[in-house]
């Protein structure tokens, strides 16, 4: 089964940038897409951005569209989602997702409880938005 790993977060001041990256232990032959939630503490885990492999398409929840683009590279495995023009709501642990059969997008992030759906997460990376 593939292994997720995130990384790339930090501490970063409003209107500032990050890049995150999600590197996979496998091939994209075992999974069809990478979708990247959040959680702040005592709320639940909410879907950010999903990317499809089969058409490439991606899909973005509405706070972000316009800040956050998520995109991948197939020679290293690795998906990023780069954040821009966080502000201070963009706190959150993010994790990486995916699952061991095809999952719609649209679906997992459209979803209150649609992470429950996936069954292969990372461990999250922090991102703290503070002046």
């Known amino acids: 089964q593939v292994q997720l790993e995130e990384s790339g977060g930090g501490v970063v001041q409003p209107g500032g940038s990050l890049r995150l990256s999600c590197v996979a232990s496998?091939?994209?032959?075992?999974?069809?897409?990478i979708a990247w939630f959040r959680q702040v503490a005592g709320k639940e885990r909410e879907g950010v951005s999903c990317i499809n492999f089969s058409d490439g398409k991606t899909y973005y929840r509405d706070s972000v569209k316009g800040r956050f683009t998520i995109s991948r590279d197939k020679a290293s495995n690795t998906v990023y989602l780069q954040l821009n023009s966080l502000n201070t709501e963009d706190t959150a642990v993010y994790y990486c997702a995916t699952d061991s059969v095809p999952f719609p997008c649209q679906v997992v992030l459209g979803t209150p409880t649609g992470y429950l759906g996936l069954d292969i997460w990372g461990k999250g990376t922090l991102v703290t938005v503070s002046s």
């Open positions: 496998a091939s994209s032959h075992s999974y069809t897409g």
